[in-house]
């Protein structure tokens, strides 16, 4: 099965530590379980310097084209992230649009960030922001709020709200929003809720992500491969929905 | 490979409907993970009453009581191998000087390294202070931190660097190629295969274990051979040789009776 994982890193952050963070290390972990394609943005650009941290994506992605596809970070504090937005786009390998509100203390649903949905939207590409439950910048509710904006837009909640008690709320999110997708990445999320997931809104609207290189690649995986899902509720997860989006 | 998960909780949660609310239950999820054994710590000691805790009668399954120090805890220290501390949960403290002998807390983890019983505490049980007094040696018994949590590498990276009896268990470093990055550094001696479970994922670690990056005699310590070799250990009443006795029955007790060798 050509597994893709829709939300990884490369690179290190600041608050913990990361002992490699390369491309390499990253493919040598996805060769190692079976993943064909990571969708990845750099943490340098999800940090403090996106303009930096997209130039070391774009170096990465043409290293490994086909192997790696990239996520252009969207500055909203950046006075030419819109123009930015549109070179990096063009890119080979550049498949979509990665927000973090929480980093860039911004509402998902604000002005700040509607340039970033109408390019992905004229371009026809996914975006995908961290979404957490309980957030004043991430939580479910705003990506129900933001999603009808952009009806023909995909838009993938990362870690399907983080939390154990906000999976209910990003399954209502997504009720509400048929252009939402639900990403599985998270340290909480368990094999068992993502059988309720799947339960509550149909693996169509689910896709596997592992959040490497902050996290494992393989205990994610692990969650969507060892749970209780039919086989074709898993390759759909893995592999369909994602494949769908890109 | 046997394949033992030495951090789960037996019992039904507060807060969610899970599948080990009863043996049966957690014994069906260790057959469809292919784990061999667990050592549990019933939910009722965690959330409930540590006093009055339903004996585990399971084969496959050695209950790890929960203890607590001082005259309203658990009473004197019983006759296991394994044992847990919840220091933040059941509102007690680790001693702030060892040599305090009339400290509960510094009491009970010197008989605890008298008798070498191998404790478990959880990262998210210790303040400050108690990782520093969990650090101190001599005296200690041989500790398992579980649930350390992949942002605390650097801190913990610390710690096991200075302290050859602290070793980690596998629930939650789930950071990029952390298992790994423990077992080149410290020794796979060191690293315990445990889920946390069902607080935190089974899947994904057990996942993981089948496709580590380290030669198959580090994985298989780090599945099972550790753990064992802790028991091994474990002196006093609780030696190796009675292992297999059934007492069930209190939060002492302990059933085990060894298990069944899983494929892959």
Not at chain 1, 37 to 43: K, R
Not at chain 1, 119 to 127: D, K, W
Not at chain 1, 151 to 172: I, N, S, T
């Amino acid at each position: 099965m050509n597994v893709i994982d829709a939300h990884a890193h490369l690179g290190r952050w600041f608050n913990f530590a990361i002992p490699d963070g390369s491309a390499e290390s990253l493919l040598a972990v996805m060769d190692r379980c079976g993943v064909a394609q990571a969708c990845v943005s750099h943490l340098l650009a999800v940090g403090p310097d996106a303009r930096a941290g997209n130039a070391l994506l774009v170096a990465d992605l043409a290293r490994y084209p086909g192997r790696l596809l990239g996520y252009a970070v969207y500055q909203p504090h950046d006075p030419e992230a819109g123009a930015r937005l549109r070179d990096l786009l063009d890119v080979p390998g550049m498949a979509g649009v990665k927000l973090h509100p929480d980093v860039h203390e911004a509402e998902l649903d604000a002005p700040a960030y509607a340039e970033a949905f109408e390019i992905a939207a004229e371009r026809g590409v996914p975006v995908l922001s961290h979404g957490q439950y309980g957030s004043p910048w991430s939580d479910p509710a705003r990506f129900a709020a933001v999603g009808p904006r952009y009806p023909a837009l995909p838009v993938l909640m990362g870690h399907a709200g983080l939390w154990p008690e906000g999976f209910a709320a990003a399954a209502r999110a997504a009720a509400a929003a048929p252009n939402l997708v639900l990403e599985t990445c998270g340290s909480r999320m368990t094999a068992r809720h993502l059988v309720r997931l799947v339960r509550e809104v149909g693996a169509e609207r689910i896709a596997f992500g592992s959040d490497a290189v902050f996290l494992d690649l393989r205990v994610g995986l692990g969650r969507v491969r060892l749970a209780e899902l039919s086989e074709a509720d898993r390759a759909q997860i893995l592999y369909g929905t994602m494949k769908g989006l890109l | 490979m046997r394949v033992v998960d030495v951090n789960r909780i037996l019992g039904p949660v507060p807060h969610d409907d899970v599948p080990g609310r009863d043996a049966a239950g957690l014994r069906g999820e260790l057959d469809r993970l292919r784990i061999d054994e667990a050592w549990v710590v019933h939910s009722h000691a965690v959330y409930g009453d540590p006093l009055t805790v339903p004996p585990v009668e399971e084969d496959r399954l050695l209950a790890v009581p929960a203890v607590i120090p001082g005259p309203l805890g658990t009473g004197e220290l019983p006759p296991v191998p394994v044992v847990r501390l919840y220091p933040a949960a059941h509102r007690f403290s680790l001693g702030d000087d060892g040599s305090d002998h009339h400290d509960d807390g510094a009491r009970l983890l010197r008989l605890l390294g008298e008798r070498r019983t191998v404790t478990l505490v959880d990262w998210e049980q210790l303040d400050a202070a108690g990782r520093r007094r969990l650090s101190r040696r001599p005296g200690m018994p041989p500790l398992v931190l579980t649930g350390t949590g992949y942002r605390s590498l650097r801190e913990l990276a610390g710690l096991l660097a200075r302290c050859e009896h602290l070793h980690v268990d596998t629930s939650t470093l789930c950071g990029h190629r952390q298992v790994e990055w423990a077992a080149e550094r410290f020794g796979a001696h060191r690293v315990l295969f445990g889920t946390g479970s069902p607080l935190t994922d089974d899947a994904g670690p057990r996942f993981q274990l089948d496709h580590l990056d380290l030669p198959a005699a580090d994985v298989a310590r780090i599945a099972a051979g550790n753990a064992d070799r802790l028991l091994r250990e474990a002196g006093g009443a609780h030696a190796a040789g009675e292992r297999g006795s059934r007492t069930g029955g209190s939060p002492t007790g302990r059933s085990r009776t060894g298990g069944r060798e899983a494929g892959g």
